[in-house]
Each structure stands twice: as C-alpha cells, then as structure tokens.
C-alpha cells in the first residue's frame, strides 16, 4: 500500500433503528472534519465531549453528539481518528453521512478498512486482525473466548517464537557454513539436528488439534439420523425451541436436509434433520436419503433416534450407523416406557419428544460430547485454514531441512519455514492475501 491520503468514514454499529449509532473516521483529515462539522470547537484528546454538530455549508444544525478525538497514533488506527456518537435514527446517521462526503478528501470505508489501517501501521498483527472479525461474529461463549485470546496476541506470540528459534537456528546453520569445522565437514550438527526434531514436533502438536480451533469458528456438525417416523423433526424442533421442520404422521416427510443453529453449552452446534432412512421408489425421497447418507458420513456427531413405538424392533440402516460419534436416542417414551435403552451395550437416552421427557438428559449429554471435541484447554489453536496450509507448508520445509544432505540445503530450507510463519502473522505480507482477509469484515471494522 502506498501513502494514505483519504480520510475513511463509516458506521461502527449495527444497521436499523437503534439509541446510538457510532460514526468513525480515520485518517488525516478526520480533524478537519471534525473541526469543520462543529465550527472549529475541537474537543480535548480522549475526553468525551457533548457537542451540536453543523453542516459545513448550510450551517444546519445535523444532531446533538457525543464526540471523542484520537490523535494519532493513539487510536485503533494509528491515524487520526474521530467517533461521533449521533442518534441512531436513520436520517441522522445519513445526514451527518452526507455532510462528511461534502467535504475533500473524505470517502466512506470499504469492509475492514479500519482494521486494515490498523494492521499497516503495526497496532495488530494479521492473527490479531482476524481475531476483531471473529469477535465481531461471535455467538457463543466460547466462540468469543477464543477470539479474545487470539486478540491478545496468543497465536501470534506462538509463531513469531517459533519464528525466532528458527531464525537463530538459520544463523547458526550460515556460520557452520562459512567456518565449517574440521572434524565435521560439511555435516549437520547435533544441536542443530535436535532443534530442528524439536521443532517439528511442537508443529505437529499444534497441527494434531482435531481442527478445534477452525470447528469452534464454524460450528461443529451434528446430524439427527433414522427410520422414518421416529421422531427427528419433532426432536429437531423440539431442541431448536421452534417449528423448524415439517412433523407429519406421513412418513418421507423431511426430504431435503434442514439446518438450525444452536449454543449447546456455550459452543456453537449446527443441527442438521435429514429424511429417514429406507428403501423408497420415489426419486424425491430417495434424494432425500441420499443427502441423509451423506450428512451422517460428515457429521461432527450423530443422533440416531428409534422409534420407540417399535422399541426392541430397531431399523438395521440406522444401527449400522451407530459408532463413538452418537447419541443414542429412543424416542416415544410415552408409548415404550423403557427409561435407559440399550443398544448394542451403549445407553440409549429414552425421551418423548411430545411431552418433552427427556430432552434434559439428551442436551447434557450432547453437551459434553460437543465440549470434548471443541475445548482447547486454553491452549492456542488454529482458527483457519490459512494458518493450517502455512503451518503444514513451514512443517514441510523442516521435515526437508531434517533430512537434506548439505548444510546449504537445510539453510535454504528453514529459510522457507521462516517465510511460511512470517505469512500467518504478516511479517511477509502479500496484497492478494490481505485483501482476502480483509473483505470477509464488516463495514466500520
Ligand atoms: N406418541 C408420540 N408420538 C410422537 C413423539 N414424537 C413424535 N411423534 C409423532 O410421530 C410422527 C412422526 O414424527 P416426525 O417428527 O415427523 O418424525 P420423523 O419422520 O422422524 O421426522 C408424528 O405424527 C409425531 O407427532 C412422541 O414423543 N410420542
Ligand atoms: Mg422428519
């Protein structure tokens, strides 16, 4: 990026009708405007101050604002930066809007262009800037948790560390190569094989997560599977607090896949209901099951429901499916009354989801399965697939390094690796990749 010139404006906070509406500004002429839309009356560095706010030509009084001045560079930016404070009425933000593209200089913010600026004047690093987009998406405690941490520099600290070992080890590795010593030409040190073992290892640790870091993102899969009129969609509903999906006494009711999203225990789950499972001639239907088939394949978690009305008779196609990864579920209490259903020596959970029996025990224990793949122990974990394909690509260069013949060979080697961490925290930092970064933000990030 070259020198910045434009001044940025954009609203912080959400759309719609709302008490306050944040309207921030960045960049050099941020003061003049605020000098120009409140008559000169520039308020004190840091201090919130109550002031009447103008348009710059007609002098037409725009709102009653709240506004605080950062100079810079201490501001989020690291530019001059301003935050009016208005009303939220629509025709408030839009007014105070129109005033500032009046005047030169001044242009509404592209998504993440605050964050952008932020990351170009070394406030943040790339972790940390992914981490603001993450927090502002968050719906779940832990989602929130882990974006906090990654914004406290956590993984960022992790790297650049790793980064550091293996920049001394390079320095090591060119003075072995310009003095080589006499008994060991042209080999591979010890220290220097270790530290490189070391390495690796602490790679592979981090990379052999069970993808938590980038689950906890997304949310983690869990499908409801089995025979036809068991009682998914009601079970479904019943989880989701809402009508969700179609509960009929028909069977092949459900056809396509419906989706929900749910906090269980703080984490976010995606509960998937798909068509039962049975031989069908109809083509919809056997879509239907298809896409069943498909979603219990890739589940994070399954819930496999019996219908309880046939209770001990169980569907062959669903308890083929059932392995670690399910939540046994018997559903129709009312109509099997067995409390503790067994299969197959795992325990069923009996419910109905009619009355709602049941239902305590199946969230609890849907709970802990979700933890047990999603907690992190507070240890620093992936959160992308950007930091997984650098982290693999900077492991492939060591594991090369590590059995390169020549010590030219491992330098050039863990030269690589240094380049493939200096590319998740921004030290190498490539326009392409930024702006694929920086447009998944929001407007006034
Ligand atoms: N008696 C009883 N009937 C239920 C219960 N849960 C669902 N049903 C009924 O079973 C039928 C099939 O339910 P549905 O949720 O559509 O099953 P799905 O085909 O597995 O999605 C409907 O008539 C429901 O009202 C229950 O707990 N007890
Ligand atoms: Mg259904």
Redesign the pocket.
């Known amino acids: 990026m070259g020198p910045i010139e434009e001044t940025i404006f954009a609203v912080a906070t959400g759309v719609g009708r709302a008490a306050v509406a944040v309207m921030r500004l960045s960049g050099p002429d941020a003061g003049a405007a605020l000098d120009a839309l409140t008559r000169g009356g520039r308020p004190q560095a840091r201090r919130a101050t109550r002031v009447t706010l103008r348009h710059p030509f007609g002098g037409e009084s725009l709102d009653q604002a709240l506004v605080l001045w950062f100079p810079a560079p201490g501001s989020y930016t690291g530019e001059d930066v301003v935050e009016f404070h208005l009303h939220g009425g629509r025709a408030v933000v839009q007014a105070v809007a129109e005033a500032l593209v009046s005047l030169p200089r001044l242009r509404p913010a592209e998504p993440g262009e605050f964050t952008r600026r932020a990351f170009a004047a070394g406030k943040l690093d790339l972790t940390e800037a992914e981490a603001v987009a993450d927090l502002v998406d968050a719906d779940t405690a832990a989602q929130r948790r882990q974006a906090l941490r990654q914004l406290g520099g956590e993984l960022g600290r992790l790297y650049d560390g790793w980064r550091e070992r293996l920049i001394r080890l390079l320095a090591h590795l060119e003075a072995a190569i310009d003095f080589p010593e006499e008994d060991l030409p042209g080999e591979l040190d010890r220290g220097a094989r270790a530290e490189l073992s070391a390495l690796i290892s602490d790679l592979d640790r981090h990379l052999v997560d069970g993808r938590r870091g980038e689950r906890l993102r997304d949310g983690l899969s869990v499908a409801i599977i ?1 025979p ?7 079970l479904l509903n019943r989880l989701a607090r809402r009508e969700a999906a179609i ?3 028909q ?1 092949g ?2 056809r396509d896949v419906i989706e929900v999203h749910l906090d269980i225990a703080g984490y976010p789950v995606i509960l998937a209901d798909t068509a ?1 499972l049975r031989d069908s001639t109809d083509a919809v239907e056997s879509e239907g099951i298809r896409r069943a088939l498909a979603r219990a394949a890739t589940a994070d978690i399954k819930i496999a ?1 019996f219908d309880g009305a046939c209770w001990p008779i169980t569907d062959a196609a669903t308890v083929g499916l059932v392995d670690d990864d399910t939540l046994v579920v018997v ?5 099997h009354g067995e409390a503790v259903p067994m299969l197959g020596g795992r325990a069923g959970i009996g419910v ?4 709602g029996a049941g239902l305590d025990t199946v969230l609890a224990r849907l709970g802990v399965m979700v933890a047990a793949r999603l907690d992190t122990a507070g240890r620093p974990t992936l959160t992308r697939v950007r930091h997984r394909v650098a982290i693999e690509a900077c492991r492939g260069a060591l594991v090369r390094a590590a059995g390169a013949p020549l010590p030219e060979l491992v330098a050039e080697d863990v030269r690589l690796a240094v380049r493939a961490l200096g590319r998740v925290t921004g030290r190498v930092a490539v326009d392409e990749v930024l702006d694929v970064i920086f447009r998944e933000f929001c407007i006034g990030k």
Request: glycine letters at 12%.
């Open positions: 089995g036809p009129n068991a009682g998914k969609s009601s509960v009929s006494a069977s009711t459900t039962g429901v559903n129709k209490l009312d109509r109905s989801a009619r009355s």
